[in-house]
């Protein structure tokens, strides 16, 4: 139902930053709750971090706390991932989620629209 695209993934230093967008089509971000998750070769696709409707209420995964930051622009149907500190085992294809919601809350167990995904690399 919502169209997502995923934006500003690339090389980057250990120790340095990124800032991912996802804007949506089709839909407005309205009444959705969206997130980030990321998947590395090999592995499972994992949460990272998740954001309200307001962008009042987040959580994040412990490997990302204090370094990465959620936060949403409802009039721009853009939600953003800024990444500090990274590390490479932050490397990742990183994905952004949405997930109609009726309640101003963080989802976390089940996304039914995703993003194509945009590669993060963090070089030693």
């Known amino acids: 139902q919502v169209h997502l695209v995923e934006s500003g993934g690339g090389l980057v230093q250990a120790g340095g930053s990124l800032r991912l967008s996802c804007t949506a089509s089709g839909r407005t971000f309205s009444n959705y709750a969206l997130g980030w998750f990321r998947q590395a070769p090999g592995k499972e696709r994992e949460f990272v971090t998740g954001i309200s409707w307001s962008g009042g209420n987040t959580y994040y995964a412990d490997s990302v706390k204090g370094r990465f930051t959620i936060s949403r622009d409802n009039a721009k149907n853009t939600m953003y991932l800024q990444m500090n500190s990274l590390k490479p085992e932050d490397t990742a294809v990183y994905y952004c989620?949405?997930?109609?919601?009726?309640?101003?809350?963080?989802?976390?167990?089940?996304?039914?629209?995703w993003g194509q995904g945009t590669q993060v690399t963090v070089s030693s």
């Open positions: 989620a949405a997930e109609y919601s009726w309640s101003d809350t963080i989802v976390i167990g089940h996304y039914d629209d």
